[in-house]
RNA sequence: GUGGCUGUAGCUCAGUUGGUUAGAGCACCAGAUUGUGGAUCUGGGGGUCGCGGGUUCGAGUCCCGUCAGCCACCCCA
């Protein structure tokens, strides 16, 4: 009889892996912390409409999502985004503004495992909400690139790919896209990249072959890269509000200088994110090897906190997703080893001592001082071993001896240096060790 | 959802044209070892050879199916 495996694509995590897990989240929760967000969290089931509502059916085919046994739709979380515009839209009037909010949360996608993809995850998730000038963009920009630095990525190792939903939009208007159109045009931009001019099959299909001039004006801005050029092809249409437009740009691009973290960023216009719900600037970090998928993503969505229900409320986030940012660091050698060791091992003569050395070690954990002792009693010459194996820096020896004159050895494991400390002194001699030197 | 590759111990792998009771290294446990170190030696536990069926006197080995993993496509909130 075999034990129920664990589900595909969901993950378990031993000691080792669960420490390099906390090692993720800390950098990333310092991170956040340091720029002043405040951390949440939601339900990890929700209603299936709150996915449903905004999103296509495709997206409803990813969802783990069951009737309860209340008869209720239910899907465990996809994402962040939703649940995070409903609390901050059931309290929007009550909260302080500029809203800024992270979580490091677990998500879950029914979908087919891949490298640096399974159908459990964590995230990183930032946002700001009720800031809608290019203010709030720059300060999420250098957030994601403070939590690449933090870990020693540099602008070598990753770089970010910076867009705008809402020139596009203007653009097309400008060359007499409708409405609709715009929305095939965009899905269709957003495939360019792989497919080529096979990209447009699905536009064509459906409005019609695509004029030469307009398909060239596609390709002209899809293929955008720096500023210059933004502005250059941007300032020969003379359009009064791609104009305006592009003084956000350099409102951002300033801010981003400002902040340090320009080197990261390039303008590209031939990224506009997959996801309707994206209103303004997009982004997108990528290793720049390119041997990974993406490593962040994130955008502004203005309208979305409405949709769910509640006020008109700009808004701006990113996330990151944990699996494949654990790849990029493992390339390039920034996961430090792990260590999980005692502080302080002890090492027990005999039963008469043990009384003795666990109200010592007892006394220890209540310092805050890691330490361990053998549970079963064992020979002497194996303790040291242990002691040893178990990566402590410092024994305290509890022999028959040392107990019998009232005192303990203490022994530092690296430079074999002794001495005797009093068992009432045993605490501080040990907290003077491992901090004092 | 589509295609390719791969499944033997916790890990890395060996296993002859199909032939007795499936092996090694690492790891783990114990002993040598009742007062000083990641060593050494000895021993031990651990396997339904992913699972199911078929061919055969006989299958880890050949065939079919299935499941799982990896990779690519699709998708990527």
Redesign the pocket.
């Known amino acids: 009889?075999?034990l129920p495996?664990?589900?595909?694509?969901?993950r378990e995590f031993y000691p080792e892996a669960m420490a390099v897990r906390r090692f993720l989240f800390n950098v990333w929760r310092e991170s956040a912390l340091a720029f002043g967000f405040q951390e949440y969290d939601g339900p990890v089931l929700e209603p299936l409409e709150l996915?449903t509502r905004k999103?296509g059916d495709?997206?409803?085919?990813?969802?783990f999502s069951f009737t309860d046994k209340g008869g209720r739709e239910v899907a465990l979380r996809?994402?962040?985004?939703p649940t995070v515009c409903r609390l901050v839209g059931a309290k929007a009037n009550a909260l302080k503004r500029p809203i800024k909010w992270f979580s490091i949360a677990e998500?879950y996608?029914?979908?087919?495992?891949?490298?640096?993809?399974?159908?459990s995850f964590f995230?990183f998730n930032a946002d700001i909400f009720g800031e809608a000038g290019p203010e709030a963009e720059v300060e999420l920009i250098a957030l994601l690139v403070q939590c690449l630095r933090r870990f020693g990525l540099s602008e070598a190792d990753v770089y970010i790919r910076l867009s705008d939903r809402d020139l596009w939009l203007l653009y097309l208007e400008e060359y007499g896209f409708s409405p609709e159109e715009t929305a095939d045009v965009l899905?269709a931009v957003?495939?360019l990249e792989?497919?080529g001019d096979a990209a447009f099959r699905g536009y064509e299909e459906k409005h019609g072959a695509l004029a030469p001039e307009k398909r060239e004006a596609i390709q002209a801005l899809f293929g955008v890269r720096g500023f210059e050029a933004l502005a250059a092809l941007v300032q020969s249409l003379g359009n009064e509000r791609l104009q305006a437009r592009l003084a956000q740009w350099r409102q951002l691009l300033d801010g981003l200088e400002a902040m340090g973290v320009g080197s990261f960023v390039e303008v590209d216009l031939g990224v506009v994110?997959?996801?309707s719900?994206?209103t303004g600037f997009v982004f997108?970090a990528f290793d720049r090897k390119g041997?990974l998928?993406?490593i962040a993503?994130?955008g502004r969505y203005n309208d979305l906190v409405r949709r769910y229900g509640g006020p008109d409320l700009p808004a701006v986030g990113f996330?990151i997703g944990d699996m494949t940012f654990q790849l990029l660091l493992e390339a390039r050698g920034l996961l430090p080893t792990m260590v999980q060791a005692a502080d302080v091992y002890a090492?027990i003569?005999?039963p008469a001592?043990r009384q003795k050395a666990l109200r010592v070690v007892a006394d220890l954990r209540m310092a805050g001082v890691r330490a361990e002792y053998p549970l079963?009693q064992?020979?002497?010459?194996?303790?040291?071993?242990l002691?040893?194996?178990?990566?402590?820096r410092l024994?305290l020896?509890?022999?028959?001896?040392?107990?019998?004159r009232g005192v303990v050895?203490l022994?530092?494991?690296?430079?074999?240096?002794?001495e005797d400390v009093e068992l009432a002194r045993a605490v501080a001699a040990v907290r003077e060790r491992l901090h004092g030197g």
């Open positions: 009889m075999a495996k664990t589900l595909p694509g969901f996915y999103s495709e997206i409803e085919a990813q969802l996809p994402e962040m985004t998500f996608r029914y979908e087919r495992m891949q490298k640096g993809r399974g159908r995230q899905s957003d495939k792989k497919l994110r997959g996801l719900y994206y997108e041997d998928r993406a993503g994130g996330a090492i003569g005999g001592e079963r064992v020979g002497f010459g194996k303790q040291f071993k002691a040893d194996q178990s990566g402590a024994a020896i509890f022999g028959e001896d040392e107990v019998q050895k022994r530092d494991l690296r430079s074999g240096e002794e």
